[in-house]
């Protein structure tokens, strides 16, 4: 069902000269992707190993390309991060890490690509505290701001109709 060969060109294709970052003491480092927001710059950290996955299947994103969206949480954009280098979008300070996991979670929906004859998927990210409850995350669910959401083949794709569970 996995397709390891399209996991490891994943890796391969979106490291940039991953740096280890990791002290000799600290509790099992992972690697993490870590993007800039697009709104306000802010550095967000996302484990890897959660996103590639989500790749397995190669018809999942045209191009060759792969696309996330992420929620920032401090500006609250809602934005589409590519992760190849070659890719117009890429933003060459985004790069792979190791790092200390997050505890905080992650989650979100596989958003759809609208435009006809397209099949992207792309997999939103919001991050929250560990100990938020339902009705904070819906809150907060009401605060992003959305707008600027592609698939890898350059269509736009509009808010979900999405509701926390
Ligand atoms: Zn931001
Ligand atoms: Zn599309």
Not at 19 to 36: A, G, M, R, S, V
Not at 61 to 73: G, K, L
Request: hydrophobic content about 35%; glycine content about 8%; overall charge negative.
């Amino acid at each position: 069902m996995y397709n390891f060969e399209h996991l490891r060109y994943i890796i391969l294709n979106t490291m940039d000269e991953p740096i280890l970052q990791c002290e000799l003491h600290c509790n099992d480092p992972i690697l993490h992707y870590e993007l800039h927001c697009k709104g306000c710059g802010s550095p967000m950290l996302l484990p890897a190993g959660k996103i590639v996955w989500l790749f397995a299947d190669p018809d999942v994103q045209p191009n060759r390309s792969h696309a996330i969206a992420a929620v920032c949480r401090l500006c609250k954009s809602v934005d589409t991060y590519f992760f190849e280098r070659n890719y117009p979008g890429h933003n060459p300070r985004d790069l792979v890490i190791f790092a200390d996991p997050i505890r905080d979670t992650m989650d979100g929906p596989m958003l759809g690509c609208g435009a006809e004859g397209c099949n992207a998927l792309v997999p939103l990210f919001a991050q929250w505290s560990p100990g938020a409850t339902t009705e904070e995350r819906k809150a907060d669910v009401e605060t992003w701001r959305w707008g600027r959401l592609q698939c890898p083949a350059g269509h736009s794709i509009a808010k979900p109709d999405w509701g926390l569970s």
